[in-house]
């Protein structure tokens, strides 16, 4: 990584212990990513961007800030990107997938929270990554208790706004999410000091329509039988999705789209005589890569994942058709109330969701992965494999953490799941 020891001092950075992340980061993206064969010349970018995580985005928001623009923490797919974009502000993501932040956070929440919330904190308070140190104020949402009860503490600490997602999706419910984008685009107007005027938000929606329309052409290409790409890129893509400049991204992606294609109709095929793999469950934030890794060094392709860094990331887009702000505002509710998390109840869309998508992606096989004390996934599980098993969909349910001590077992489960397909 280029020098950025500057920019981590002046944003206020722990710089001795961030070195001792640094350190092991270089060579988890060679074992993870480079050692791959036969990847794709256009994941050079995301190559470079994942080498430079904590310095070249970093670098970008520092300035953007410095020259007066507010740039927003988020932690859920569900807060609309849209609305923060319309008011000149950056909205980055900060969900952390390294066992690195745990400690940290375990020091201010009890042990037995999911891993991922556990970073989040660990992350902010260990002051060791730049993009919980560059955000103005981070926007929470009520969706698990344990983030819920986590934002507070969060809140002691930095300027947070909490955004009420409803548990349900009635009509009465979207017309609620609808009020809380309202609110939030009161509130990012405050913050930023620029009003979020119709033409500004109907291009925003255009930008991010092109954003997932992109990844969603990237996820086309690996219903083929050809499939061009690892699972493990993509996820890397679908990561890096949630904190790049979303129009440099988008371009990025139609551009190792078009390598695909060509790679496709060549005859490039990562899953010649492999088993074709879906996961479906909690995200896996940067840099949790310890499931794609494992599947794939198994012998196996991942084709889909029906998570926040896949499908529901980017699945149906804002209509396009709103004239005024209120019928804007509405289209983006209705986008976001489509993705089908566990903390909603019933939440049978997903269910619907992973069948049609094993379809689709012709998967030989579901892996239903959720993070160490997630109840909302791990409950729902319950109907996940009930439903696949009815399908006569092969599915393994696995329950983990960031740590590696559980790796050994996990090896022996998969490619036991992978042979019995
Ligand atoms: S829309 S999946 S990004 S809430 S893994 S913190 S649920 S205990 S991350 Fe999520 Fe939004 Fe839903 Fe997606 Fe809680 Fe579970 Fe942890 Fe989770």
Redesign the pocket.
Known sequence: MADYRKMWEELGMDVESHDNLCEVLPQAIGDTFLAQENRPEKMDYFDFVISEVHGVRPAELKKFREEGGKVFGT????VPDEIIFAANGIATGL?AGSQFWVPAGEAVLPAN?????KASLGARFSRTCPFFRLADMYIG?T??D??KKAYEILAEDVPMHIMDLPQMKRPVDVKKWADEVRILKDVVEKVTGNPVTKENLAENIRKINRKRAALQRLYDLRKNPNVPISGTDVLLISQIAYYDDPERFTMKVNELCDELEQRAAQGVNVAKGKKRIMFTG??MAVPNWKMHSLVENCGAVVVCEE??TGT?YFENQVDESGTTMDEMIDHIAERYMK?N???FTPNTGRIDDILRLAKEYNVDGVIDV??K?????DTESYFVERKLKEEGIPVLEIETDYTETDAQQLKTRVEAFIEMM
């Open positions: 932690f859920c797919a569900y969900c929270t999911c891993p991922l919330i949402e969706t698990c344990g983030k909690t995200p998570t926040c529901r993705i998390c566990a903390c959720h993070l004390f997630c109840q909302t996934y």
